[in-house]
């Protein structure tokens, strides 16, 4: 153990209703946080005939929040154990509130492009210091994986959620799928007060390594997403690739050499650690890409009304939400890699299969080849977390969980970026979509097979799993 970790309090030091309290407040940010993921997909054909921008500035809209997300998530991990997980996380849920109601009111493109950048300075701060305060509040390692199992359900509800409420909303005016947080971010707020003070621990800040790790995904993303449009010769793009070596570079040499890096460098000797952050990435790079994609699908291509295409999308994210808590309970009892090389097996048959379907398909039958992906993507998300945490003490776990949230974002940032590049410059938008949807899949079946290093035995403990459906 580090010499400036602090022991850890044993569970009885912590009440019943605290660790309720912080379970509470845990589930709730994820919720906020993965309904606004969601969420604006559905309306973004509104913005776009509201605002204008086209196709990659609605590809910002999306990624401008997810960039600062994936960006500024290790940042937070670090703040969260710097000055404790109870105060950076009301910080970072005021600046969702405020940013949100910003959006709410953006007259612009660019303005409403800030305020999802915002968004997702707030949404870095929530997630990494939700998952510290279920570390603090719960010490037993099944205990732990109980609360998680709920903390994820928190997200598949925003995920079952979020298209058709975005659907309803965006019918009646787009800006309200944005003021819809300020009610749920004020309530977080509340029950934060009850959630027991956060230690502190002496944890320095890399500003180098941040800074760099900034430069390199703006660069990556700006390279992508506008290089079909400028050309990937012209001044702009060139610019921004030679940002992303810089940026990278300059994010390598401080990990492995700087005084006090983000990452420590033996975080990713660990074998489990390096599947489970590549699985990360793949799976969120999917499952954020057909959103994106299949909301632009159904209506622009299918004549879809926003409530229809919430409608369609019900069947993939309603499943999600009940069959999540089955994944940390088939983690438990035969080990995380049955849950995630199944989970991704089934993400990459349902990708395979959008990418073939006819173009004349019934959109009902489209709706279905959707559910393995959101299925199976959701499967991991338990497992990975509770592999994530489980490796490293609690003074580390906000840098830990910042680092699995650091390569799901930067992958979901990516196949926003990657897909609507593919869409932007292939002769058709199908012709876009299948291409761009089969290299996924692909993709996410090597990570299945990559994922059979972390086949181990069976923990043979008693079989409680109820207590987290």
């Not at 609507?420 to 097979?449: D, P, W």
């Not at 059979?452 to 799993?465: G, S, Y």
């Amino acid at each position: 153990m580090r010499k400036d970790a602090i022991q850890e309090r044993p569970q009885a030091t912590v009440s019943a209703g605290r660790r309720g309290a912080a379970l509470a407040v845990a589930m709730l940010g994820f919720f906020v946080v993965s309904l606004d993921a969601q969420i604006v997909n559905l309306a973004l054909p509104e913005i776009g005939r509201d605002l204008g921008g086209g196709l990659s500035g609605l590809q910002w809209v999306v990624t401008g929040y997810t960039l600062a997300f994936s960006a500024l998530l290790l940042f937070a991990g670090t703040l969260s154990d710097r000055i404790g997980a109870r105060r950076s996380y009301g910080f970072g849920l005021l600046v969702f509130v405020l940013a949100s109601a910003a959006c709410g009111f953006a007259p612009g493109l660019g303005l409403l492009i800030g305020a999802r950048v915002a968004q997702g300075v707030g949404a870095a701060l929530i997630t990494p210091t939700a998952l510290a305060l279920i570390r603090e509040a719960y010490h037993e390692a099944d205990a732990r994986s109980r609360a998680i199992a709920y903390w994820a359900l928190g997200g598949s509800v925003a995920a079952a959620a979020g298209p058709v409420l975005g659907g309803l909303l965006t019918g009646l005016d787009w800006r309200l799928i944005f003021h819809i947080n300020l009610p749920v971010g004020l309530l977080g707020l509340f029950l934060l007060t009850r959630v027991a003070p956060s230690e502190q621990r002496a944890h320095p800040f890399d500003p180098v390594g941040q800074v760099c790790a900034i430069l390199a995904l703006t660069g990556l993303t700006f390279t992508i997403i506008e290089g079909a449009e400028l050309g990937y010769t012209s001044p702009p793009i060139i610019s921004s690739a030679l940002l992303l070596l810089i940026g990278f570079a300059g994010f390598a040499l401080a990990q492995a050499r700087g005084t006090h890096p983000m990452v420590a460098p033996e975080v990713f000797r660990s074998r489990s650690v390096a599947i489970a952050l590549v699985v990360g990435f793949v799976g969120m790079a999917g499952f954020y890409g057909v959103v994106f994609v299949q909301s632009l699908y159904f209506q622009q291509q299918r004549g879809a009304s926003p409530l229809q295409t919430g409608l369609l999308f019900l069947p993939m994210t309603a499943l999600v939400a009940i069959l999540n808590p089955a994944a940390a309970r088939l983690a438990r009892r035969y080990g995380p890699h049955v849950p995630i090389i199944g989970g991704q097996l089934l993400m990459a048959a349902g990708l395979a299969g959008l990418a073939a379907a006819p173009a004349d398909l019934p959109v009902w039958a489209v709706a279905a080849l959707m559910v393995p992906v959101g299925v199976g993507g959701a499967a991991t998300v338990p497992p990975l977390t509770s592999l994530i945490l489980d490796a490293v003490p609690a003074a580390q776990a906000g840098t830990a969980s910042g680092v699995l949230n650091t390569a799901r974002q930067v992958g979901g940032s990516l196949g926003v970026a990657v897909i609507g590049a593919v869409i932007g410059s292939a002769s058709t938008f199908l012709a876009g979509l299948r291409i761009s949807l089969s290299a996924v899949a692909v993709m996410v079946a090597a990570a299945a097979v990559l994922s059979l290093a972390l086949r181990t035995k069976p923990r043979n403990r008693p079989t409680t799993e109820g207590a987290s459906a």
